[in-house]
């Protein structure tokens, strides 16, 4: 921990200092006061859509943090070689990443957390002004929700790493993780559509089922993550259903990070 911690400290500090990140956190504090505005053209549903509009900032925002603040940390190193000054010391290649991805987890938890004390007090404002229109309101579901977007954004963050260990450019890195964040988004639902295809009316080949499915194991189900739904419907989340979304993203990041650091060792620099 000695040396894995002096490598997040400066990766944390380096985000910090990205030019990336105030313009992304000027764009969702703007957002979150629209939700002042936009929440009150919508009566009926004000709670819904002030709770909906809320948690959907913190996901969009975290989620370019990770795409073009996250990936350009770990890029940094190897576009400008950099990498080859913090390898010459007594820190191994795996030490390397584990550090840079605590460096990355500590930018995310520190951007989500100012970022879930405006969310509230744009929701609790919201819900000042209409009460009334809050019937099935639940801050705990908020605050899981906020929660299980965290982990779905270190989980992705982890993927990072992962094709970044072997990709030579950071635009392969950035289209692989938008790739495997799209597909991670849909995948429950197109692996339940190929394989009941009558409910829907339409015939898939078993080749589709067998692709799809094995992609369903492959790529991260990170709709398992999305429960803004019922945060804003204030529907309640069983106990098995978080342990087991936790724990499959706890297993799912630290597989993808001891890959990416064997990979990693492994690989040749020019």
Not at 160 to 188: C, D, E, H, K, R
């Amino acid at each position: 921990m000695t040396v894995l911690w002096p490598i997040a400290v400066i990766t944390f500090k380096e985000g910090i200092r990205n030019r990336a990140i105030y313009g992304i956190s000027i764009f969702a504090l703007l957002l979150l006061g629209a939700n002042l505005l936009i929440s009150s053209m919508i009566m009926q549903e004000v709670g819904k859509v002030a709770v909906d509009m809320a948690l959907s900032t913190i996901s969009f925002t975290g989620l370019l943090l990770v795409l073009f603040v996250g990936i350009n940390l770990m890029a940094k190193d190897l576009d400008k070689k950099t990498i080859y000054m913090v390898l010459s010391r007594p820190i191994s290649r795996p030490q390397y990443i584990i550090g840079k991805f605590l460096g990355i987890v500590l930018l995310i938890l520190t951007t989500i957390s100012i970022l879930s004390i405006f969310a509230v007090i744009s929701i609790f404002m919201v819900k000042l002004s209409y009460p009334g229109y809050f019937p099935r309101f639940s801050w705990p579901l908020i605050l899981l929700s906020i929660s299980f977007i965290t982990i779905s954004l270190i989980l992705l963050s982890a993927l990072t790493f992962l094709f970044a260990s072997f990709s030579s450019t950071s635009f392969i890195t950035l289209v692989l993780t938008i790739i495997s964040y799209i597909i991670g988004q849909s995948i429950m639902d197109v692996k339940a559509l190929v394989e009941a295809p009558q409910a829907a009316g339409i015939k898939v080949s078993p080749v589709t089922v067998k692709v799809v499915q094995a992609a369903y194991y492959v790529f991260p189900n990170l709709s398992i993550f999305d429960i803004k739904t019922q945060a804003a419907h204030g529907l309640p989340i069983t106990l098995s259903y978080i342990f087991w979304a936790v724990s499959y993203g706890v297993v799912y990041t630290a597989l993808a990070i001891i890959v990416a650091s064997v990979i990693f060792r492994r690989r040749e620099f020019p």
